[in-house]
């Protein structure tokens, strides 16, 4: 496994391969098994992103009763053309809604990095795929620009919110969003890790405060902030735009934050949103506390 992001791009310099290619190699290699074997483990993952889009219920509440139908409620809006992001940028706001309210009423998702951070990789990537038409295997590619970018995070500093706060899982999945859409739109392999960088510096310091300790509030709606900051930084890196702070600095940061951050913003459901006076009361309600 690569322990930067300068090293991909080290590698990808002195061997002329795209980004993907040198982390399928690596990945070929740490699981020993065919580039074949590995890019039809990926095209499943990308199917079953793309079923946790399509197989959403615009009907279906979670059992706490939290979370559902706001995806629903998007679209009917953005429909009538009061919305102010546009047609794309609003698909993906939905995209990402869709996805992380299934995870919420038990359906079936794919962890891009984690379940609460389920609606960003998929509301970007299959918007992308809608909007240019680019092909399954083109996808793919995508996915593997993605998980480099995350196993380098998930090697120098960690995925989950009990350990990092969201920034470990909306920020993680963001940066591998918007490395990916970089990739899709033919960014240069620096591009690529640039504009990761900005997606993760962009949510340093999210905080893990799930209100009754559920993946509910507020993190269903974190996936959308999730996915339009990846766009929005694919496009500062597209544009010749950099991270004046280093990317592999950007992802030591996100780990030196998390280790400051009080156990109380961490998952634990005692802080920020979750220790507020409604979400004690929404918390007691769920739990049956008198």
Known sequence: ??????????????????????????????????EEESMERMQEIYTAMRDSDRNYDPDLYSASGLVGTDAQ???VYHEGGESMVGDFCGRIM??????????????????????GSCGVMPAVLISLQEKYNFTDRKMVESLYVASGIGGVIAMRACL?????????????????????AVYLLGGSPEAIIHGSAMALSSLLGLVCDPVAGLV???CVK???????????????????????????EVIDAMKSIGRSLPSDLKETGRGGLAATAEGQKIRDLL????
């Not at 002329?16 to 190699?25: E, R």
């Not at 470990?168 to 591998?176: C, F, K, P, T, V």
């Not at 739990?287 to 008198?290: D, F, P």
Request: net charge negative; glycine share 8%; with cysteine.
């Open 287 to 290: 739990h049956g506390i008198r």
């Open 160 to 180: 989950a919110g009990a350990e990092g706060g969201c920034q470990a899982e909306i920020g993680s999945a963001s940066a591998m969003a918007s490395g990916a």
């Open 1 to 34: 496994m690569y322990h930067s992001l300068e090293e991909i791009t080290e590698v990808c310099r002195e061997e002329n391969l795209p980004f993907w290619k040198a982390v399928i190699l690596e990945d070929c290699k740490e699981e020993g098994i065919t």
């Open 73 to 75: 409620k998007l679209r």
């Open 222 to 248: 974190r996936n959308v902030i999730g996915a339009l900051n990846a766009v929005s930084s694919a496009d500062l890196s597209l544009a010749g735009i950099r991270s004046r702070i280093p990317p592999d």
């Open 94 to 115: 939905e995209r990402a809604l869709r996805v992380a309210e299934s995870n919420a009423c038990m359906k079936r998702i794919v962890a891009a990095p984690t379940a």
């Open 216 to 218: 509910e509030v507020p």
